[in-house]
């Protein structure tokens, strides 16, 4: 499945210790910070290994490969660190190929790990090519666990704004902590620590989907680890500043990626999730870290009006997808938001010429009537795994028709949390991620209800 130049790269490598491996995509203008950074926490805390550092682009129009090998070589770390490692760092920028014929994040990343496993490394850390705020500390942050503590997996902590994270803070950190009983706060990271033999894990995997090839990477190799029974942990790099991005306007089809392979990892899963009651803390790596990440505006008006119009052209999917119950109070909630968006653009008078977008706060307390509660959407995401399982070819369909479900809970944290320092935000997605196993009763209710015959471990193909 390699590419001839990417096999002939490794014979030229032969073998590594540690590696970085660097997704990217049109990243021309951040990946040169990134590499400097991978490079010079290579050089600084591991000066003894053999290291490597691999830029997987998708074949970037913008020059992203060639800033890479055009950056400061490893010399330049040396002369400013004052170090002199025994192995060079060599430096490799190649394109992928696709997985299955699907390209993105993940194939990227199967690419990454093929070297990876073929150079034999012990440690393969994985960081965002549009990273600001990366420092030469985090390669020892992500590999140090692994080389020193004999931990499998890696996963990042960081100080996000409270509006950032929202696939997250809403889906990927409840359901992994009331599915598998772990507290991992960042499950989709993208940043991560990984040892060979997960690696070699994740290579074998039979449950490699098109998704996972995009940006169900992430949440797949989280949970591929926890369900593989590998050693976690999680580690504090302070804040996480990148390409930020507001959920109406860039997150859906990531959201339809990442929640589309958490369904179908937990329907495939459910030996691995159907005992476990309640979660633990997951040990966490490194000094504690002070960051006041930089903030995020959020259209609340265009979630809110996005929920409404879902529940026009989309209310048949969800009842099919959901619970009667659930359904009824989605459909009645969605009428509601239709409303408040109402007297939100009346109260701000949007629309009239001349008038300037208004800001998240003004927006939130404009819509302060606004609420979704944490208990409905706890059974809208058990509902949908409970949609997986009976009907597997109608996951792509449905998990697109939760997107303005989403939207509307999103809408309804943003306003909750306007005016609440970071701190007290956070004690919000804790009391939503107590729900989610408060009511986990209910998933295994519905699982057992719907009984052995419907469906059971999807039998998907192997990569
Ligand atoms: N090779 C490759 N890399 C990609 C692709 N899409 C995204 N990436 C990389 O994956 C990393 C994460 O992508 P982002 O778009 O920043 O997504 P994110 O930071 O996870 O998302 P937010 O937290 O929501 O902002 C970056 O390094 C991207 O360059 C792709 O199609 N191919
Ligand atoms: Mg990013």
Redesign the pocket.
């Known amino acids: 499945m390699l590419t001839p130049a990417i096999r002939k790269e490794i014979a030229r490598l032969e073998r590594a210790d540690i590696m970085v491996g660097i997704?990217?995509?049109k990243?021309a203008a951040t990946i040169g910070y990134v590499v400097r950074a991978a490079q010079a926490g290579l050089v600084q805390y591991f000066p003894d290994l053999r290291p490597v550092v691999v830029n997987?682009?998708?074949g970037s129009p913008d020059g992203t490969g060639r800033v890479v090998v055009e950056t400061e070589p490893p010399d330049y770390v040396e002369r400013i660190l004052l170090v002199r490692p025994t192995n060079k760092l060599a430096r490799v920028s190649l394109t992928?190929p696709e997985v299955d014929g699907s390209?993105?994040?993940g194939a990227?990343l199967w690419t990454i790990f093929e070297i990876a496993a073929a150079l034999e490394v012990q440690a393969l850390v994985v960081v965002?090519?549009?990273l600001r705020s990366i420092l030469p500390e985090w390669i020892e942050l992500l590999a140090g666990p692994i080389l020193k503590g004999g931990y499998d997996y890696v996963a990042p902590l960081y100080s996000r704004h409270k509006h950032d994270?929202t696939i997250t803070n809403t889906v990927t950190y409840p359901l992994t902590r009331a599915l598998y009983g772990l507290r991992i706060r960042q499950p989709i990271g993208?940043d991560f620590g990984v040892s060979g033999d997960l690696v070699r894990h994740y290579l074998e995997a039979p449950d490699w989907t098109p998704d996972v090839s995009k940006f169900g990477i992430d949440i797949w190799m989280t949970t591929t680890a926890v369900a593989g029974g590998f050693a976690v942990c999680q580690t504090r790099l302070g804040a996480k500043v990148?390409?930020?991005?507001d959920p109406g306007a860039d997150?859906g089809p990531?959201f339809r990626q990442v929640v589309g392979t958490i369904l179908r990892v937990a329907v495939a899963n459910a030996d691995r999730w159907r005992d476990v009651r309640g979660s633990h803390d997951v040990p966490a790596y490194g000094f504690e870290r002070h960051a006041d990440p930089p903030p995020l505006e959020i259209n609340v008006l265009r979630l809110l009006s996005e929920f409404q119009a879902g529940s026009l052209t989309m209310a048949s999917t969800w009842r099919e997808m959901l619970a009667p119950a659930t359904a009824a109070e989605v459909l009645a909630l969605a009428e509601e938001a239709g409303t408040v968006a109402t007297t939100v653009r009346e109260h701000l008078g949007m629309g009239r010429p001349g008038t300037e977008a208004p800001s998240t706060a003004a927006m939130a307390e404009a819509a302060a009537a606004f609420m979704f509660p944490d208990d409905l959407w706890a059974r809208i995401v058990y509902d949908l795994i409970i949609s997986a399982r009976a009907a597997p070819e109608a996951v792509d369909a449905r998990v697109a028709a939760l997107v303005p479900v989403y939207f509307g809970r999103v809408a309804s944290l943003v306003i909750e949390n306007r005016e609440l320092s970071t701190d007290r935000a956070e004690a919000h997605v804790e009391r939503q991620a107590r729900e989610f196993e408060r009511l986990k009763p209910y998933l295994l209710g519905r699982w057992d209800e719907a009984g052995p015959a419907t469906g059971g471990p999807s039998t998907a193909e192997p990569a």
């Open positions: 997704p990217s995509f990243n997987s682009d998708a992928y390209g993105g994040k990227a965002d090519s549009d994270g993208g990148h390409d930020p991005k997150l990531m």
